[in-house]
Structures are given as C-alpha cells and as structure tokens.
C-alpha cells in the first residue's frame, strides 16, 4: 500500500464530492447534490454534487480539446501511461478496495480480491495490445491499392452500473483510451466514488488533462451526456431499459452504442456432471456480490435425476455462507447496494415464497441485531420452479437462485432460450460431445463449459438478444472504440468516360 494511502471504514465520512474535469476537481453550478451511503449500515458517507448542463459540455469540451494531442499520441507512449496507472490500482488494492466496499457494501473478500485487479488487468491487456492496433493494405492491381486505417472515435461517454463501479469504469477507459479516443464517464448516482480515484490515478500515471473525465449524476446527468453533440459514441452498462431509452437518445445523432444490460441466464446440469463443481458453480453464479452480477447463472436446470439431492446440497451449503458486515474479512456476502433495491428484492422473494416452487432456503430481510441497520437479505433457493414464473423470468438482481427440473438435452436447450435476454450460460457435462452441442445452441454471448463467470481481458464479454450490443475486453472491443477509414490509391489515369 503506498503511504499517503486513506483506509475506510464501516463509520467513514468523506467530505462533498464533485466531478473530475480537465484533470482537476470542477465544482458544480448547478446547487444539486445527492447523497451516496454505506449499505451496511445505511449511514450517509458523503454529499455529491451534480453535474448540470454547464459541467457535462465542460466535461465534453476538455476531452474534445484533449483529442487532438491524445490521438496522435504514439501508441507506446499510451501504453505505458496505461501501464502506469495498472500498477498504481495494484499499489493501492486495499484502500481502493475499501472505498468500493464503503460504497456498494460488496465483502472486502470480493473487492479486494476482484473489483479493482480485475479492472487493472483489462487496461493493461489493452495497453499491451496499443501498438498492435493498425489497418490494412489491399492490393487492388494493376495500378492501385487501398488503405484501411483505423481511427479513434472521439469522445466516448461511459456510463456505468453499481455493481462493479470501478471495474466497469477501467472496463470502458482501457479500450477507449488505448484506441486514442477520450472519455467522460459517469459512475452510477448509488456508488459515485471509486470512479474519481481512478481518474485521480490516470493523472498521477502521466495521463494528460480532458482524457478522462467524470461528471456525476442520475438519469438527468447520463441523458444529457448522452445527448451532447460532440460525444461521438456511448457505452453503457445498465439495465435493459436503460439501454432502450440510451440506444433511442443516441439514435437522434446515430451515435455508436455499446451496450452492456441484465441477464437471466441458465446454468445447465447433466446428469452425468461432476456434482461438486456444479454445485461450487451455482452457488457462486448465483450469490456472488449478493447475487448482483449481470451475468449470473439464475435458472438453474438440473436433471431430474439428480434434481432432489442437488437441491438437497444446494439448500445446505446456502445456509452455511456468511452473511454479515462487508468490513469483516470472513464475511462472504454483504448487503444489497441500496433500501429501493432492497425492496425489489424482497419483493421477488415473496412472489417465490408464494408461489408453488418449494421454498429450500432463505431470502429473508435481517431485522434484529447490528445488521438490521443495513440492507442484508439472507440467499435463498427455491426448487421445482416452472418457466412461467415471474421471478423465474426476471432479472431479480439479488440472491434469489431457482432451480429447474429437465429430461432432455433438446427440451433443456428450449427452455433455457425462452427468454429474452442473452447474456451469459454454462453447461456442465463430462460429454464432451453434449458439452458443444449445448453450448453451440444456447442463444449467449458467452457460455463456460464446467464453469462459471470467469471473464479474462482477452475474452469478448457481452450479450446476445436484448442483453447487449458490441463486446468488451479481447480484441473485439477495439472494433467498438475505433472506426475505419479507406483510402483508394490510384497509379494509373482516370479513364475518359466523357
Ligand atoms: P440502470 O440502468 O438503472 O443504471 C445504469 C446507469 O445508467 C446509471 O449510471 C444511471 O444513472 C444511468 N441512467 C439511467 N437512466 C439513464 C438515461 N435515461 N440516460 C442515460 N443514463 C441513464 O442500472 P443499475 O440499476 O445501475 O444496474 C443494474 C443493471 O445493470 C442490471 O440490469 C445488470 O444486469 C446490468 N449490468 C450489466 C452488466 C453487463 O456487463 N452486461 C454489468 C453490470 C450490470
């Protein structure tokens, strides 16, 4: 940890919070603030101004202005920023990790272990991959050739969920930036405080000013960011609805959009499965970051063969996770990020709890003791649940994991497509024959085979149907964060057709 490193707690209070712009603090004229709180004990951290109209086209303006230079900056000299500020984010690992754990409540076992290397690890793939970004030459005899020339955007607005804060804030700058475009990034208005770090590190790695800025907000801030005119392309993680109303907003200009939205995806267990490693999987698929991951296994189709003592097991080994105060480091799952979602949550569960589906385990609200102040909600499992169910078919977002019962491999492959979201799924099978089969056929941007929600830099992530457009990580996202440009060389005459 580096000396002047802060440390965080369940009681810190921080004073107000603006946004980053043009390498500095930017105070806001718009008198509009929120207030950001601790999940784990709903205790208010900090005041956080918003960003009105006057901050966004200031914002916009820095890294418009910081375009030009950071473009025809060499991509080496890009990449070693990148690098730099990679190394910083692992210097700092445990105080980053307890900003990020005060803000979204998240166990420091995650963040410190995720959150923060995870996001360090895709800039420096990107840094890396800088100077192997270039276009191309065709050779177009007998007296020509063409150009393909790979271009940076512009400037990219980021807009970013709660649940990885931080994370999904290096997700978008370390493409973006390696690909010499700029950015102005707006954290999620529940968890607006790792996202001025990283910006605080970017400029302490040698990024210049305007590359990388953040306005704070709500909806309000991230509309009115989106539809700026000199923002070139969006690129939002967020719920499906959002990414309609964004996609629709950017329309207006036929701005670029990537989008990273919700998932209700499908873990699939063969009957001939190693039982353990889909148990480990389910259980981590389903309540990892108290169950807010977007592309969480939440349909769980087990053979019915194996259905009853895989339930058995699962409503076991859910009773034994720790549930408490995400400070604790035994702690393995925190509360839920805010009281509203909470509710939400909650509300889920009692559709569950009143529905024909066998309630195994859990889902209840933590109403006594020292974490009743919080947002804490026990996991729970429910077995036996049919298709139809509303909670089967929505993205709950919360600890809420259902179980399913299936005969066939082509039944279970229907059935697990019967939704409209495709994030993510997984099939677990000793067969590697029905191990391709299925995977090949789930409608998915990504399906593990005896695993669950690894996401290496080098590896697209993102979603079919309606949870997404375009990719992050691997060599795909510099599609979405560069254009191509022909130029048409011609060595002999024009001919005379007039
Ligand atoms: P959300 O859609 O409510 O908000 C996401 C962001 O969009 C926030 O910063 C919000 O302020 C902003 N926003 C809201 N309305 C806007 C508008 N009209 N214009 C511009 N910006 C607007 O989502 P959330 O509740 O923060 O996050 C949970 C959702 O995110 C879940 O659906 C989850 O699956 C999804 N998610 C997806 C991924 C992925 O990579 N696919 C990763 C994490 C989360």
């Not at 230079?69 to 500020?85: N, P």
């Not at 980053?96 to 410190?112: C, H, N, R």
């Not at 859990?362 to 909600?377: H, K």
């Amino acid at each position: 940890m580096s000396k002047t490193a802060n440390r965080y707690g369940p009681e810190t209070t921080l004073p107000i919070q603006q946004s980053y712009v043009d390498g500095g603090y930017l105070p806001s004229t718009s008198a509009q603030s929120f207030v950001t709180r601790h999940p784990g004990n709903d205790r208010v951290i900090c005041d956080v101004e918003i960003a009105g109209a006057a901050e966004i086209d200031s914002a916009v303006t820095a890294a418009r202005n910081a375009f030009d230079s950071w473009s025809q900056t060499s991509a080496a000299e890009r990449g070693a920023i990148l690098r730099r500020a990679a190394s910083i984010l692992r210097e700092r690992n445990a105080e980053l990790a307890e900003l990020e754990t005060l803000d979204t409540g998240k166990p420091l076992a995650e963040t410190s272990a995720v959150d923060i290397v995870t996001g360090a690890d895709v800039i420096e793939y990107f840094a890396n991959i800088s100077q192997s970004i270039h276009g191309q030459h065709i050779d177009l005899p007998p007296a020509a050739f063409a150009m393909i020339r790979r271009e940076p955007l512009g400037v990219c607005a980021g807009i970013g969920a709660w649940n990885y804060p931080m994370q999904i804030a290096m997700w978008k700058s370390g493409p973006a930036l390696a690909c010499g475009n700029t950015m102005v990034f707006k954290p999620a208005e529940q968890t607006p405080l790792t996202a001025l770090k990283l910006a605080e590190i970017y400029t302490e790695a040698g990024l210049p000013p305007g590359v990388f800025n953040v306005v704070q907000g709500a909806a309000d801030t991230g509309s009115a960011l989106v539809s700026h005119p000199d923002v070139a392309k969006v690129t939002l993680t967020g719920s499906v609805a959002t990414g309609k109303i964004v996609m629709a907003q950017a329309a207006a200009d036929l701005k670029m959009v990537t989008l990273e939205l919700g998932g209700k995806s499908p873990i699939i267990v063969f009957a001939d499965a190693d039982i353990d490693n889909a148990l480990n999987a389910a259980l981590v698929g389903n309540f990892y970051s108290t169950g807010q991951v977007c592309s969480n296994g939440t349909r769980v189709f087990v053979h019915s063969s194996i259905h009853d003592a895989f339930v058995d097991q699962l409503g076991k080994r859910a009773a034994a996770i720790r549930v408490g105060d995400p400070f604790d480091p035994e702690t393995q799952m925190g509360p839920l990020v805010s009281r509203e979602h909470c509710e939400r949550v909650l509300h889920y569960i009692s559709l569950a709890k009143d529905s024909a589906a066998t309630h195994v385990y859990g889902g209840d609200a933590i109403t006594e003791g020292v974490l009743a102040e919080g947002y804490y909600v026990t996991p729970s499992v429910f077995a036996s649940c049919r298709d139809d169910m509303k909670f089967v078919q929505d993205e709950v977002f919360g600890p809420l994991m259902s179980v399913l019962s299936f005969d066939t491999e082509d039944e279970v492959i229907r059935r697990a497509n019967d939704t409209y979201y495709g994030l993510s799924g997984a099939v677990f099978t000793n067969d590697i024959r029905r191990a391709h089969r299925t995977a090949n056929a789930l409608q998915a941007g990504i399906v593990w085979i005896n695993d669950y929600n690894v996401t290496p830099p080098e590896v697209p992530f993102g979603g079919y149907k309606q949870s997404g457009i375009g990719r992050e990580n691997g060599q795909q996202a510099v599609e979405h964060y560069t254009q191509v440009k022909t130029i048409y060389t011609n060595l002999g005459d024009v001919p005379k057709t007039y």
